[in-house]
């Protein structure tokens, strides 16, 4: 993003903490009151939980012609709220469109971290909150510098963000906020080891912050990387731990859980949503053939399975299998044992507007008597 430009998307927010009332419906493409294109589903989307509520911030999408040459990606700024029946009430919009960044509830909204405009990457971070009827939105604490296609979490009122794009650059951050004390700004904690790994997961169980998957393209003279394995990082030690293997198929193959998406059930276990596969998208992150973008969706091998991993025993299980589940770019978020997974891309470039809701059951060996 060129200086001038991100001085002015944040000094709109410092001067005003803009009030989105009289919600709109999110109404068929056409209608003056929603964003042209919406309606054929977002990737790269920004969630949480508002005050009980599934919310979704921008994203993007190829709405015309996704598959040729010069289709256009463009990005969606609305916020919206889901309804039953799989519709969105749309609330209001953010400052600009926006999508490929980070976010993570906390008790008092949802933080919304980094991402890319359509005048490239941001430092910008908001907290989004419910007042009385009203959707707000407030600056927080900049990164000190743009970060894209990162992943967070949060523990109570603490902001993590790892991975991702560092100002165009695969990276290996780490970095922390605590909302509570903004002026102390984001801390830059360890760098995690081994390779850079941008749209990687996160996830925070029993003390820890657990990272799998993530890939690099060719930069600064090195090969495209790919990993399925992954670190925790011990919170109270400030120290990352050798490495973590990730979820292995039932033929003994790695899940690559690149691109995918985690949550933290309420007892412990994280549930991992979707990712590329890891030999398709590694050969075409080092050489991507002029057919890359004309196979059918399951030539690209998303995975389908909702993996559960378990701190206590740092085993996996597969939970269940569904090809509605095999996505790339979608984002999750739980209410208790309901995770809604929210759109993403079926295939290169071919978003879903659908949303699966999965209910995972309690595990009673790890709950609390």
Not at 43 to 61: E, M, P, T, Y
Not at 95 to 116: D, F, H, M
């Amino acid at each position: 993003m060129k200086k001038r430009n991100l001085v002015a998307f944040v000094v709109w927010h410092l001067s005003a903490l803009f009030t989105l009332s009289h919600a709109r419906s999110l109404c068929p493409a056409d209608s003056l009151s929603s964003e042209p294109g919406i309606t054929c589903g977002v990737s790269a989307a920004f969630a949480g939980i508002l005050k009980g509520q599934v919310v979704r911030i921008g994203g993007c999408n190829f709405p015309e012609e996704p598959l040729a040459p010069q289709s256009q990606k463009r990005y969606y700024q609305g916020i919206y709220v889901l309804q039953e029946g799989d519709t969105w009430q749309r609330v209001g919009d953010m400052a600009a469109p926006i999508a490929y960044g980070g976010s993570a509830t906390i008790p008092n909204g949802v933080v919304l971290v980094g991402g890319v405009t359509p005048e490239g990457a941001t430092n910008a971070v908001w907290l989004l909150q419910r007042k009385g009827r009203h959707t707000v939105c407030k600056a927080l604490p900049s990164l000190p510098f743009p970060i894209d296609n990162t992943a967070a979490c949060a523990v109570g009122y603490r902001v993590y963000v790892a991975g991702g794009n560092v100002a165009g650059v695969p990276s290996r951050v780490l970095l922390m906020l605590d909302v509570r004390h903004p002026e102390e700004g984001w801390q830059r904690l360890a760098d995690f080891p081994g390779n850079p790994r941008v749209q990687p997961v996160l996830a925070a169980a029993q003390g820890k912050l657990y990272l799998w998957g993530g890939f690099a393209g060719k930069h600064a003279g090195k090969e495209a990387t790919l990993n399925t394995d992954g670190y925790a990082y011990d919170l109270q030690q400030g120290a990352w731990t050798t490495p973590i293997a990730g979820p292995v198929s039932s033929e003994g193959q790695a899940v690559s859980l690149g691109g995918g998406t985690a949550v933290t059930l309420p007892d412990g276990r994280i549930a991992v949503f979707g990712g590329v596969h890891a030999t398709i998208f590694l050969n075409a992150l080092k050489s991507q053939p002029d057919d890359y973008l004309s196979h059918p969706e399951d030539w690209y091998r998303f995975n389908p399975t909702v993996w559960l991993y378990h701190p206590q025993s740092g085993s996996w299980e597969s939970y269940a299998t569904d090809a509605a589940y095999a996505r790339a770019g979608a984002s999750a978020v739980s209410k208790g044992w309901r995770v809604y997974l929210l759109g993403g891309e079926r295939k290169p470039r071919i978003r879903t507007p659908k949303t699966a809701i999965i209910t995972i059951s309690p595990n009673q060996s790890s709950l609390k008597p």
